[in-house]
């Protein structure tokens, strides 16, 4: 597949995305990449167009909660949006004791941790056990990611340039729990269960480049 857009722009790469930005848009294209411990691991064939599609979906579900920058999808595996500017956070939603990553609940659950992401956890706690109630648990997002609480990102809030005064942690907290919930009734009819989503990122849009 060949996706030639026109001049201006710049070009980013990053483990599954390539982005090319325009003053007052931004055209996300999502590869067949597949990536995972912070490494591209290989490739597969239409794993873009699904994944592109599949964001989409779930865009359109939850965008009268928080609004996107999502303009319009002009090709399955093509976005074009609203250039923003993310916040180093990860918000990841759990329900489940599972994970096996180094940011994942179990994981540092098994090496001895009680208090996780500013939560303390009881002992006794087994590998894919349900938790007592869905739980928000943020994470860094950079090269190598860690959990973090609230409290943290609060800190990050304050050392960002620009941020959003009226929204607080708590409130973004409570949004990520209801976007969770939300996907979870509506797979619960294909029996599906979702651990840990950690697909939610928030970011701002410029003046300049919003929506009428």
Same mark, same amino acid.
Not at 164 to 174: C, I, L, P, Q, Y
């Given at each position: 597949m060949l996706?030639?857009p026109?001049?201006p722009?710049t070009?980013?790469s990053?483990?599954?995305r390539?982005?090319?930005?325009?003053?007052?848009?931004?055209?996300?294209?999502?590869?067949?990449?597949?990536?995972?411990f912070d490494?591209?691991l290989c490739s597969?064939?239409? $794993?873009?167009?699904v994944l592109n599609?599949?964001?989409?979906?779930?865009?359109? *579900?939850? +965008? %009268?909660i928080? =609004?996107?920058?999502?303009?319009?999808?002009?090709?399955p595996?093509?976005?074009?949006?609203l250039p923003?500017?993310?916040?180093?956070?990860?918000?990841?939603?759990?329900?489940y004791v599972t994970?096996s990553t180094?940011?994942?609940?179990?994981k540092n659950?098994?090496s001895?941790?009680?208090?996780y992401c500013?939560i303390?956890?009881?002992?006794g706690?087994? $590998?894919n056990?349900?938790?007592?109630?869905?739980l928000f648990t943020p994470?860094t *997002?950079d +090269? %190598?990611d860690? =959990?973090?609480?609230c409290?943290?990102?609060?800190e990050?809030?304050?050392?960002?340039?620009?941020l959003?005064?009226?929204?607080?942690?708590?409130?973004?907290?409570?949004a990520?729990l209801?976007?969770?919930?939300r996907?979870?009734?509506?797979?619960i009819v294909a029996?599906?269960?979702?651990?840990h989503?950690n697909?939610?990122?928030?970011?701002?849009?410029?003046?300049?480049?919003?929506?009428d």
């Open positions: 996706i030639t026109p001049l722009l070009l980013t990053g483990k599954v390539d982005q090319y930005r325009y003053p007052s848009s931004i055209v996300l294209l999502t590869t067949d990449r597949q990536s995972g490494r591209s597969v064939p239409f $794993k873009g167009s599609q599949i964001s989409n979906f779930w865009f359109k *579900k939850t +965008e %009268h928080i =609004p996107n920058h999502v303009v319009s999808l002009p090709h595996n093509v976005t074009i949006g923003c500017k993310p916040f180093a956070v990860e918000m990841v939603v759990r329900a994970g180094s940011t994942s609940i179990w659950y098994q001895g941790v009680r208090n500013g303390d956890l009881p002992e706690l087994t $590998k056990e349900k938790l007592w109630d869905v994470t *997002k +090269e %190598h860690r =959990p973090i609480s409290e943290d990102i609060g990050i809030r304050r050392g960002a340039k620009r959003a005064d009226n929204v607080s942690v708590e409130n973004k907290s409570h990520h209801h976007f969770y919930t996907r979870a009734s509506s797979l029996i599906v269960l979702i651990p989503p697909l939610f990122r928030d970011s701002l849009r410029s003046s300049q480049s919003r929506r």
